[in-house]
């Protein structure tokens, strides 16, 4: 049985850690849904659960 694991972090300054872990985990055969808290740039990674759909901020 795998397990689901979540990874929450910053894609726009961290990208390449959390996709390092994200393989780390997929080598495991263990499921990984990662959401992305950053503000800034998108990710180069295709991600169903971005910042703004979670918790929309207002940029000043």
Known sequence: MSNAIAITG???????????????????????????????DESKLALPNRSEYLAPVEHR
């Open 10 to 40: 910053t894609l726009d300054t961290k990208e390449e850690d959390i996709d390092f872990i994200k393989n780390r985990i997929q080598e495991r055969r263990d499921q990984v849904m990662i959401v992305d808290t950053g503000i800034l």
